[in-house]
T-cell receptor, first 113, second 110 residues
């Protein structure tokens, strides 16, 4: 089965701790994306990567970091510097840029207390 | 910044009726895409329409694009309870970034 997997589905952390969200795809897509979704809101872009070893900040990158060491993997770290980390995080991939449809993972709901 | 704005924010219809959702945007685009999201799940791509296209169909979905008015509409015909979801438009302007609106929450009552 081709697709995107995100793990875990639910994640709970104490304030002040860094946490890493996993995203893996086997679609052989070059581009990968991380979005944040708050209740009743649309998606806001955190980071995106066009190719391995390259990534760009999106609209709300502060307090987050990413890496792209393999084509299949694009993990997101939510650092303690992120002021309001509790949210639903969605990973996506596409063949190339914004002219292509994006395929989404099932999401990770992060709760920080 | 969120470019697409969907209207209405929420829509409730009876099964079998048609549902129409609108999306307005502010700047020039290369394409506009519609996605569906079931509660607590990831988004699913529905349809992509390029800036030089005016209308596109996919099954019970019909999308129109009016670049002069900077607006698009998504029509779902003969709705089913399974169509209950949030629907988002997303605009692409030639880079890697898609900009999503806040969505229309559709409820189809059996």
């Amino acid at each position: 089965d081709g697709g995107i997997t995100q793990s875990p589905k639910y994640l709970f952390r104490k304030e002040g701790q860094n946490v890493t969200l996993s995203c893996e795809q086997n679609l052989n897509h070059d581009a990968m994306y991380w979005y944040r979704q708050d209740p009743g809101q649309g998606l806001r872009l955190i980071y995106y990567s066009q190719i391995v070893n390259d990534f760009q900040k999106g609209d709300i990158a502060e307090g987050y970091s990413v890496s792209r060491e393999k084509k299949e993997s694009f993990p997101l770290t939510v650092t303690s510097a992120q002021k309001n980390p509790t949210a639903f995080y969605l990973c996506a991939s596409s063949l190339q840029g914004s002219g292509y449809e994006q395929y989404f993972g099932p999401g990770t709901r992060l709760t920080v207390t | 910044s969120q470019q697409g704005e969907e209207d209405p924010q929420a829509l409730s219809i009876q099964e079998g009726e048609n549902a129409t959702m609108n999306c307005s945007y502010k700047t020039s685009i290369n394409n506009l895409q519609w996605y569906r999201q079931n509660s607590g799940r990831g988004l699913v791509h529905l349809i992509l329409i390029r800036s030089n296209e005016r209308e596109k169909h996919s099954g019970r979905l019909r999308v129109t694009l009016d670049t002069s008015k900077k607006s698009s509409s998504l029509l779902i015909t003969a709705s089913r309870a399974a169509d209950t979801a949030s629907y988002f438009c997303a605009t692409g302007a030639g880079s890697y970034q898609l900009t999503f609106g806040k969505g229309t929450k559709l409820s189809v009552i059996p």
